[in-house]
């Protein structure tokens, strides 16, 4: 089995939040199943936290084994424009539905998506409503 990782799962640990030792841990066991991966949005994501310095993304990628999986298919690209678009059609219609969405997040599901990946997020809310047929390990 291969887990994609979503940024908010590596933003966790190195803002140090409560539950970042659970995290890691759950991270020791996904990688135990199989290889861990991010998509080539997450990783972009991870270069606005706080802490991350030049270079740190990549070394802490490259220390913990996690691949950034930069092949993708037209059709990672397709299942995120159109989840995108239900998404926004449903918020135009129910204004205040929660925090808004970033393009980001559907590129990161439909990558998982496609590429038959479990997907390790906070945001199990967001994947599950917009892809009820990703596997999903939410923390």
Known sequence: ???AIDANIFSSIWSKEPAAGEVAERLGMAQQEGALLISPFAFAELHAHPNAKPGFVH????ATGVVID???QEQ???EAGQRFARYAARRRKAIGEG????LADFLIGAHALVGGHTLLTFDH???AAA???LAIIAE
């Open 1 to 3: 089995m291969r887990t």
């Open 70 to 72: 930069y092949k993708m």
């Open 76 to 78: 990672v690209w397709s």
């Open 125 to 127: 809310r967001l994947y």
């Open 131 to 133: 892809f009820p047929k």
């Open 99 to 102: 925090p808004r969405r970033l």
């Open 59 to 62: 070394t802490f990628l490259e």
